[in-house]
């Protein structure tokens, strides 16, 4: 059974930083594109940051310079770094895996992690 496990989040004061992490298995690490997605109480579940199958990076128009995405190869798990954190931040930020390039279509699409609460405020 394949599990996402996450770990970070909290709560933070406006320009504070948070980090997050997931750490998966190793053959979802290498064949499987990671990232991170948001949602908002009320809102839309939205991209945050993500790698793409050519391995670059997506993020948010709104957390561009504040947020990055890592990788940790050791661990198997892909991290994402928060500064500046502002009160729209606040989300559950959920880990997803996708299926990768070089995977058949047989394998399946994608898997999520369960979640974890940011939360910003003074």
């Known amino acids: 059974q394949v599990q996402l496990v996450e770990s970070g989040g909290g709560s933070a004061q406006p320009g504070g930083s948070l980090r997050l992490s997931c750490a998966v298995s190793a053959f979802i690490f290498k064949t499987y594109v990671m990232g991170w997605y948001r949602q908002a109480p009320g809102k839309e579940r939205e991209l945050v940051a993500g790698f793409t199958g050519s391995g670059t990076t997506n993020y948010a128009d709104s957390v561009k310079g504040r947020f990055t995405i890592s990788t940790d190869n050791a661990k198997n798990s892909v991290s994402l770094q928060m500064n500046s954190l502002k009160p729209e931040d606040t989300a559950f930020y959920y880990c997803?895996?996708?299926?990768?390039?070089?995977?058949?279509?047989?394998?399946?699409?994608?898997?999520w992690g369960q979640g974890t609460q940011v939360t910003v405020s003074s």
């Open positions: 997803y895996a996708k299926r990768g390039p070089l995977l058949p279509t047989t394998e399946r699409y994608d898997y």
